[in-house]
T-cell receptor, first 110, second 115 residues
């Protein structure tokens, strides 16, 4: 069963703008991960945030986690054409059945 | 280079003809898993394995088999493929950690079409 759900389904932005996408999940988690997928290729791990963390940064990525609302957000700052991809959140409720959402497709226009 | 290798990349077959998709990793990962990706449904887990000879069902195991005889290999077997198994398949692996915080490494996918 899908644990995480991303919102919006699709996002189109101009190069240089910021992109924000959200993930909501249903049950309590140990951690939440974000992955990127380029055009039908394998997913690539971007960042992991633990359930006791509220915010985490990695380069141009900023992830927040609100366990009371069961939600997370991924912010990509100063977007580039190479950021065009689908982004997925994945949660681990407490075992290894890592559960992915349906993803947010981001298009960065030049 | 650390990687997860899936073969083949593309496969077209007919209903009922048994097939195997291979997956191999060179990172000494204990955990391996198979996912299928369908439009609008995201990735759904088929089977996973915590270590050699240890496998368990994911969310959509029907119609699939797996085996884990060696640590590096985790083949996906479709004994009698049907058109509803047409999908994009991914193998992934990671270390096993008590806090479930090891990132998954994915292969490049196998696009399967069953006619």
């Amino acid at each position: 069963s899908q644990q995480g759900e991303e919102d919006p389904q699709a996002l189109s932005i101009q190069e240089g703008e910021n992109a924000t996408m959200n993930c909501s999940y249903k049950t309590s988690i140990n951690n939440l991960q974000w992955y990127r997928q380029n055009s039908g290729r394998g997913l690539v791990h971007l960042i992991l945030i633990r359930s006791n963390e509220r915010e985490k940064h990695s380069g141009r990525l900023r992830v927040t986690l609100d366990t009371s609302k069961k939600s997370s957000s991924l912010l990509i700052t100063a977007s580039r054409a190479a950021d065009t991809a689908s982004y997925f959140c994945a949660t681990t409720p407490g075992d290894y059945k890592l559960s992915f959402g349906a993803g947010t497709t981001v298009t960065v226009r030049a | 280079e650390a990687q997860v290798t899936q073969n083949p990349r593309y496969l077209i077959t007919v209903t009922g003809k048994k097939l195997t998709v291979t997956c191999s990793q060179n990172m000494n990962h204990e955990y391996m898993s198979w996912y299928r990706q369908d439009p609008g449904l995201g990735l759904r887990q088929i089977y996973y394995s915590m270590n050699v000879e240890v496998t368990d069902k994911g969310d959509v195991p029907e119609g699939y088999k797996v085996s884990r005889k060696e640590k590096r290999n985790f083949p996906l077997i479709l004994e009698s493929p049907s058109p509803n198994q047409t999908s994009l398949y991914f193998c992934a692996s990671s270390f096993v950690s008590r806090s479930y915080n090891s990132p998954l490494h994915f292969g490049n996918g196998t696009r399967l079409t069953v006619t």
